[in-house]
């Protein structure tokens, strides 16, 4: 399993931005350049984490982006999946996919218990955690 260029590009620019002080709202050049990332290309994953209820766009002369959330309640799972999809790491697991082998497949409990614990990490992950950041208190 491997994470595209969009969930690698994504996860960098919303760490940066849970790095910022609360409510901060930053242009995307500027997450682009301090984390030496293509802007057009992160201004469109953006899109997908705005979609996602991650991140706000501001329109106007002081546009950008902010979180939506404190980043203790933004986990790395709803980031990747924002931008991915739903995480299945075959395609048995897939719930759009299904299998009709499942029951008799000997490999299928394996990787249903690889995808429980990597989800299980995912989750258990949270941009406050990442970010290294001290506690977002109500500004």
């Known amino acids: 399993m491997r994470l595209t260029r969009g969930a690698d590009y994504g996860t960098r620019g919303i760490i940066y931005l849970a790095r ?3 409510n901060a709202i930053v242009l ?6 301090a984390e030496q990332l ?6 469109k994953i953006f ?4 979609k996602g209820g991650l991140v706000r766009s501001h329109r106007g002369a002081k546009g950008g982006f902010s979180l ?9 799972r709803q980031v990747i999946e924002a931008i991915e999809g739903p ?3 075959n395609r048995c697991l897939a719930p759009w996919e299904g299998c009709e ?3 008799a497949c ?3 409990p394996v990787l249903a218990y690889a995808q429980e614990q990597l989800v299980s990490v995912l989750d258990g992950t949270t941009l406050r955690d990442l970010a290294g950041a001290p506690p977002h208190l109500p500004a």
């Open 38 to 43: 293509s802007e057009s290309y992160l201004a």
């Open 106 to 108: 000997p490999i299928h």
């Open 47 to 50: 899109q997908e984490l705005a």
């Open 101 to 103: 082998r499942s029951e």
């Open 28 to 33: 995307v050049g500027d997450i682009a350049s």
């Open 87 to 89: 995480i299945a790491i």
């Open 68 to 76: 939506a959330r404190p980043p203790e309640q933004i986990t790395l």
């Open 20 to 22: 910022q002080p609360a």
